[in-house]
């Protein structure tokens, strides 16, 4: 059973285990008999002596204290409900802080104990690399730059995360994308003459606003795009613009006089006027031959040596003194489809070619790849046999046997027989990369261990395991062989690496794939709020709020600073953009720097206008849906999944508008609503001063704002301070919470009732040293479930 099932809402009667505890032989559990029996019982049936409670399946009737670690499920369940106060229910009787915590420390420590006693690690399923692992381990094995969007189709996802082995299925269709994607990779990382021309263009979105400079574009530039493109072979490339039309078929902006810029790899290849007199004459008479004019004008036919290389396209920003300028820009440019005025916005870039190829060139894949010349004929096969057994041992991420290179020599044969030896080598890697022993991560259980029983795991598999966790890709040289070696399950040589590999700047996957699912900063790309309510927001907004988020918590890792600060840090990044829509002054220019000292009501996770905004539906704010990303993600209590034909919120046409607040009373009305948004409501509400794109607000549809509420311990807080000092209060609850994110990420599993035992091990610890990251790393990398593993169980 999974963690994620454990919270339920639903009343817990603990009455038949305080009953039992008092009447049972054994160790006595002295601090909770001290607790009357109606203090916990919530509900029973008919007298005191009834010894049957149950909640959404907890069923307490039979359960023995004597015997905890028989059931860990059970026991984990009621650990939780009591640890995060959702029981008993508020308004009831309720225990004081410290006999709770004697409660559930009893029960934890039998449940502990028994984890060490007979560990049991779990038994992960064969784990199929995902599309973001596919492209990090092509990047660090070749030296080549992938969009694995492109060549493999997206990965499910299973508790929160898409690196679940349970879900990373197979089929068919996905085989063949695995085997085209290593036949043009392989192609790409030799320089394979057989390329043929093709082209690949790079989208702006349409509600991109183009009026100021744009992070990573050339300086002095505004709006435009940029990407990263891989040039297969030296030879010419045509690189072409086209710009944004109206619904009329003309071209916005063309009564002033602009200048369109495409460089590649920092280099002006071209520079050509867009708009002015004669460009705006001839849109006025007709619109199409303006349209075909820049067609042909905006067009670049260069020579580009083979590599990777950015390649942008922008216009060249005017100054204000040579032209009129508003007294205030509008933060969203807005294209409207019949708009002819404004400025000129690029709607896509497309790069063609190869054409007039001369070579392959010298790219960085080329000198991974071909580590060895052979000087005659008599020497290709064993430098075919040096290279491919060199790239075999990281891919494979383990020594390779004789069988290994055996294999990939015969389709080094089959490609060198008619084509050379580089077409030789292309086959090889090419059969290398559809290997299953590369696209597969599989642990094999020794030797000699008997059936169910936990081992500890190879150095080989630590190293996978340690560098899929902390970089989501294959070890890297220096890890390879401190594995090989054995020198890799020393603690003190493992937490050298930690160390190490979280410097790397490959650790940012921990951001990007790591915290952008576990704080769900991947959906903020895709949030649209209704452009009628919120006129000013745009991509460029949208895409701030992203890289704040994604700065904030990396600053967070890479300082190695308490895990408390992701709720209290008084400091975040941003950039013009952004601090015009958080009110913070004297920011100016597209980069993001760190900024500090920021009002309280932005300090933290719960004041970032990215987690505001994907917490909100596309028109207004949802105290539902922020609650529960808070009881998801932060406490770790996660409520129970909505009742079938929920009804909508109360909505009456031609009525005054009402205030969430008031929305929200009126659905809890419904009985069969009440208990579930008694827990998210108070939560969610508590933000209420921001509306549904994380912007200060005072009052709700001419109503003043009230974030007063009470929370399911009783609790009582006010707006998104109060709420803040009220999780810190359990600074552990938060803490667990990350560790048990973190262990899944990292096990590529879901949590089972006895890893529990490990997760408040690493929390404890963690305590010691200020709850900092970078101990909750190190406590899952050295845990139970991450260096052992069970034998398979047999009938």
């Known amino acids: 059973m999974k963690l994620g099932k454990f919270v339920t809402a639903g009343i817990l009667c603990l009455a038949a285990l ?19 029996l109606d203090q916990y019982c919530v509900t029973c049936h008919n007298s005191r002596a009834t010894t049957s409670a149950t909640a959404s399946g907890v069923v307490l009737d039979r359960a023995d204290l004597n015997h905890v670690a028989d059931d860990p499920a059970l026991w984990e369940r009621v650990v939780r409900k009591v640890r995060t106060g959702v029981m008993p229910p508020a308004g009831l009787p309720r225990p004081d802080r ?17 984890a060490i006693e007979h560990p049991n690690p779990g038994r992960p399923a064969a784990h199929r690399l995902n599309r973001a692992e596919y492209a990090n381990a092509i990047r660090d094995l070749l030296a080549l730059e992938v969009d694995a969007s492109t060549l493999l189709p997206p990965d499910n996802s299973s508790d929160g995360f898409d690196n679940i082995a349970d879900v990373l299925s197979v089929s068919p269709a996905l085989l063949e994308s695995y085997l085209s994607a290593a036949a043009k990779i392989s192609a790409l990382a030799v320089g394979s003459p057989k390329i043929t021309a093709s082209s690949e263009t790079y989208r702006v979105r349409g509600d991109m606003s183009q009026t100021e400079h744009i992070e990573g574009l050339p300086l002095g530039t505004r709006g435009g795009v940029s990407a990263r493109h891989t040039f297969p072979l030296d030879g010419e490339y045509v690189i072409r613009v086209k710009l944004v039309e109206t619904n009329l078929g003309t071209i916005r902006g063309l009564q002033d006089d602009n200048k369109l810029e495409i460089t590649v790899g920092g280099e002006r290849v071209l520079l050509a006027p867009v708009g002015g007199y004669d460009d705006y004459m001839v849109s006025g008479n007709n619109a199409t031959d303006v349209v075909n004019s820049l067609y042909t004008r905006l067009v670049a036919r260069v020579p580009v040596r083979a590599g990777q290389r950015q390649v942008t396209a ?25 708009d002819h005025l404004g400025l000129p916005h690029v709607e896509y870039m497309t790069v063609s070619g190869p054409f007039n190829a001369v070579g392959s060139g010298d790219t960085p894949s080329r000198q991974r790849v071909f580590t060895c010349r052979p000087a005659k004929p008599a020497e290709e096969r064993a430098c ?21 290179t055996s294999g990939l020599l015969r389709f080094y044969d089959d490609g060198r027989r008619n084509n050379g030896f580089e077409a030789g080598i292309e086959m090889a890697l090419r059969a290398m990369l559809a290997s299953p ?11 000699g261990i008997a059936a169910g029983q936990a081992y500890t795991l190879s150095d080989l598999d630590l190293a996978s395991r340690l560098s899929f966790f902390l970089w989501s890709s ?58 009628n309510d919120f006129p000013n927001f745009d991509h460029t907004l949208r895409m701030a709020f992203a890289r704040e988020l994604e700065l904030f918590v990396g600053s967070i890792i890479r300082e190695n600073r308490s895990v408390l600060d992701l709720l209290t840090a008084d400091y975040t990044f941003v950039n013009e953009r952004l601090a015009l829509h958080y009110g ?30 994907l917490t909100s539906h596309a028109d207004r704010t949802s105290p539902v849906v922020r609650g529960k990303w808070i009881l998801d993600n932060l406490v770790g209590s996660p409520p129970p999944p909505p009742p079938p034909d929920v009804p909508p919120l109360p909505d009456t046409p031609g009525a005054k508008p009402l205030t969430m607040r008031a929305r929200m009373e009126q659905h809890r009305a419904n009985p069969a609503c009440a208990g579930c948004h008694k827990l998210m409501d108070p939560l969610g509400l508590a933000l209420e001063n921001f509306d549904a794109v994380g912007a200060w607000r005072t009052d709700d549809n001419g109503e003043k704002v009230d974030t007063s509420g009470q929370l399911a311990d009783g609790t009582k807080i006010e707006g998104v301070t109060g709420l803040r000092e009220a999780l810190l209060k359990r600074p552990d609850a938060l803490v667990t919470t990350v560790t048990e994110k973190l262990m899944t990420y990292a096990l590529g599993r879901g949590l089972e009732p006895e890893d529990m035992p490990a997760v408040r091990a690493i929390v404890r610890q963690s305590e010691r040293e200020n709850y900092r990251f970078v101990s909750l790393i190190e406590g899952v990398v050295k845990s139970t479930p991450f260096r052992m593993r069970k034998t398979e169980e047999r009938p």
């Open 474 to 531: 294959i070890p890297d040289e220096e890890l390879l062989g401190l594995a090989e070696t054995g020198r890799l399950r020393d603690p003190k040589t493992l937490t050298r690496q930690i160390e190490r590999m979280l410097d790397d700047p490959k650790s940012q996957a921990l951001v990007t794939n790591f915290a952008g699912q576990w704080l769900q900063i991947r959906n903020v790309r895709g949030a649209t709020p209704d452009k």
């Open 98 to 114: 410290a006999t709770q915590d004697a409660l559930v420390g009893f029960i934890e420590s039998r449940l502990d104990r028994a």
């Open 584 to 613: 913070i002054p004297n920011i100016y220019g597209s980069h993001f720097r760190r900024v500090s000292g920021i009002d309280e009501t932005r300090r933290g996770l719960l004041g970032k206008g990215g987690i505001l905004l």
């Open 18 to 36: 305080m009953w039992q505890t008092s009447h049972s032989s054994g160790e006595p559990m002295q601090a909770a008999q001290k607790v009357t």
């Open 314 to 338: 922008a216009f060249l920003q005017q100054a204000s003194s040579l032209g009129p300028i508003r007294l205030e820009n509008f933060l969203y440019d807005a294209i409207v489809a019949t």
């Open 437 to 447: 022993k590369f696209v597969f991560r599989v642990e094999r259980d020794p030797a």
């Open 384 to 404: 075919a046999s040096t290279i491919l057994s060199k790239l075999a041992r990281r891919a494979y991420r383990r020594p390779v046997t004789d069988s290994d």
